[in-house]
């Protein structure tokens, strides 16, 4: 990152004036903890004791056997506390804030899982808490939003534009102007305006120096290629970054495919004719967005991938070609997933299983000598309407109906 924020060409700090002090001091505090050993030696005891910090890398011996090439690693993001890599951002976040002496802390969140984890960050730290969620957002994940109210959250249905996640943003921007003095925005991703794509992407690097240390403790030297799906970009970053400067080792983001990229309904940003280069929500990157700067819709069948834009590094990281990008449609989704839960006995989150799908596609023309890593950002528990839903389950069909009768007639 250059001293205006920037990646090559992307990312940068487009801020409103009253902001600038704020995003001043975060640098600063930001700064101070990087050079403070005794700050990553505090997060990594927090998340031995909070998450569940290493996160185990899996050998999966079925799904290698199968596809009869290089031998498959998963990376087990899914068994961090609240069920995903989020856990590493927050309670950085977190940690963060305490040092800055700020009382309030604030969030967006499309499907629910940054609020989640936000609310359990604000209640361990004993923060208010307040999450701007998109109101169709609100009405789709009831559960995540229960348990964030349960957890001491005010939860904010924003009812403009879409009434999703890019409109959560700005409404958090607008909060987060009115009261910066003593509130801090817990931004989700590794994007928006500069420092958080950096900082963002620091505190997921444990998973990436983890997983190397685990490779090769386990196979005896770096793996052949390393896929993660890739929404906003924070668990890919949070599993590239240590490899970066290793030659030998490819590094494949996925992003959401959906329909199929000439079908106008997905979450393709990168290598795809329908996203340019634009700046929207504080930074410039890829965004799918029409000549006039409108943002676009986005589908994918995985409610955490489904933003309009990506985060600047990974938009750096493809245009000077040290990540590859492919993309896996919702279908070859749900294949990647039913093979996954059959031979392995896991769950991957669908966000998850776009990682899967890439490599599964790719793993049978490998050496049974190699190895490849997946990173499973979270666990799929959360997904269960949709998965069931999906594969027209008649029997779960049946206790969704019954279960709705059941209430309304109490
Ligand atoms: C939120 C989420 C994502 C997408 O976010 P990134 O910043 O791209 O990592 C991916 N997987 C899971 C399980 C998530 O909850």
């Given at each position: 990152m250059d001293k205006k924020g920037f990646f090559g060409n992307w990312g940068g700090a487009y801020i409103p004036e009253v902001l600038y002090q704020t995003f001043q001091e975060l640098q600063k505090e930001y700064d101070r903890c990087r050079q403070d050993p005794a700050f990553w030696e505090e997060y990594l005891n927090l998340m031995s004791t909070y998450s569940c910090r290493p996160t185990p890398l899996t050998h999966a011996e079925n799904l290698s056997n199968y596809f009869g090439g290089a031998q498959i690693y998963i990376k087990r993001e899914d068994l961090n506390h609240t069920g995903a890599h989020k856990a590493n951002n927050v309670m950085g976040q977190g940690l963060l804030v305490k040092r800055m002496g700020k009382k309030r802390v604030i969030a967006e969140t499309g499907a629910g899982q940054h609020g989640m984890a936000t609310a359990t960050m604000a209640a361990k730290f004993g923060l208010e808490c307040t999450i701007y969620m998109g109101e169709e957002d609100v009405l789709r994940q009831r559960p995540n939003v229960f348990w964030m109210e349960k957890m001491g959250a005010t939860v904010i249905p924003v009812k403009d534009g879409s009434r999703t996640l890019k409109d959560a943003i700005n409404e958090a921007f607008r909060d987060w102007v009115t009261n910066v003095d003593d509130t801090h925005y817990v931004f989700g991703t590794a994007c928006g305006p500069a420092p958080f794509p950096e900082m963002v992407s620091w505190f997921q690097s444990i998973i990436g120096i983890e997983a190397a240390e685990q490779i090769i403790k386990y196979h005896g030297k770096m793996p052949a290629k390393i896929y993660a799906c890739v929404g906003g970009g924070s668990n890919a970053m949070g599993i590239f970054k240590r490899f970066l400067d290793e030659k030998d080792v490819e590094l494949i983001g996925v992003e959401a495919g959906g329909h199929g990229i000439?079908?106008?309904s997905h979450a393709i940003?990168?290598?795809?004719?329908?996203a340019s280069p634009g700046v929207a929500q504080g930074y410039k990157t890829m965004f799918l967005q029409d000549e006039d700067g409108q943002m676009k819709h986005t589908h994918s069948v995985a409610a955490g991938l489904d933003y309009v834009g990506v985060s600047p590094i990974l938009s750096d990281l493809w245009e000077k070609k040290q990540v590859r990008f492919e993309s896996a449609t919702d279908n070859e989704v749900m294949q990647a997933l039913d093979l996954t839960m059959k031979k392995e006995g896991i769950i991957p989150a669908l966000e998850s299983s776009h990682a899967f799908a890439g490599a599964f596609r790719e793993v049978g023309k490998l050496s049974p000598d190699d190895a490849i890593i997946i990173n499973q950002s979270g666990r799929g528990d959360k997904d269960i309407f949709t998965i069931a839903h999906a594969f027209a389950d008649p029997s779960w069909k049946k206790f969704i109906i019954d279960r709705g009768k059941e209430y309304s007639s109490k």
């Open positions: 000439d079908s106008g940003r990168l290598n795809c004719p329908d």
